[in-house]
């Protein structure tokens, strides 16, 4: 599957302390095994001029309270508290973003800057990488899809709490919004 440089972002979704080191709250050994291959995947993308981008699930102490219905601590736990250390970036990823985008639900599309940073670049492909595929990754790339921007999931780079929740999200992707490949059929040209 190949991809113009000049009009993709690879997006990383999520790969912080909280999601994928083993002391994160709400750590998934799946989202620690990806680290390598979205490395890698960065890797090609920067070399190749694409642009990429690293979505951070921050929440604020407060940010649920008082909420009617939309409450990710009494789902989750408290979790990317703003300014923790799991709030961060893995440390083998930080660092490698030409933007960071911070969010306070799921899709990394609702109400931040995402859609705007990437057009304002020419952006129309998305090379979309990360953690959860059920949960943020599928929200963001849904939301993707619906902005029309053609998300591109990356199955092998793409963690999950359980395979079947992977497999879900990938063959609803594929189905409703989205396409599906492996990280060894993507090509910068």
């Known amino acids: 599957m190949e991809f113009d440089p000049d009009r993709t ?9 909280g999601f994928c080191h083993p002391d994160g709250s709400l750590s998934a050994p799946a989202s620690e095994d990806v680290i390598d291959p ?16 690293f ?11 008082g909420n009617h219905y939309y409450d990710e601590f009494e789902r989750w736990g408290e979790h990317v508290v703003e300014g923790s250390w799991e709030a961060e970036v893995v440390d083998e990823l930080d660092g490698e973003a030409d933007h960071v985008v911070e969010k306070h639900t799921y899709d990394a599309f609702h109400d931040t800057e995402l859609e705007g940073w990437l057009r304002a670049r020419g952006v129309d492909d998305l090379v979309i990488c990360g ?18 921007f053609r998300p591109v999931l990356v199955s092998d780079a793409i963690g999950a709490i ?14 409703l919004f989205g396409e599906v490949t492996e990280r060894a059929d993507v090509e910068f040209v």
């Open 9 to 17: 972002a690879v997006v990383v979704v999520d790969m912080q302390n």
């Open 38 to 53: 979205i490395a890698d995947l960065v890797a090609d993308a920067r070399a190749a001029g694409a642009k990429t981008v």
């Open 55 to 65: 979505t951070r699930d921050v929440h604020p102490p407060e940010q649920f309270a």
């Open 131 to 148: 953690t959860l595929a059920n949960v943020c990754v599928l929200h963001t790339a849904g939301s993707a899809g619906l902005r029309d």
């Open 162 to 175: 359980e395979d079947a929740h992977h497999e879900y999200a990938l063959d609803h992707a594929d189905w």
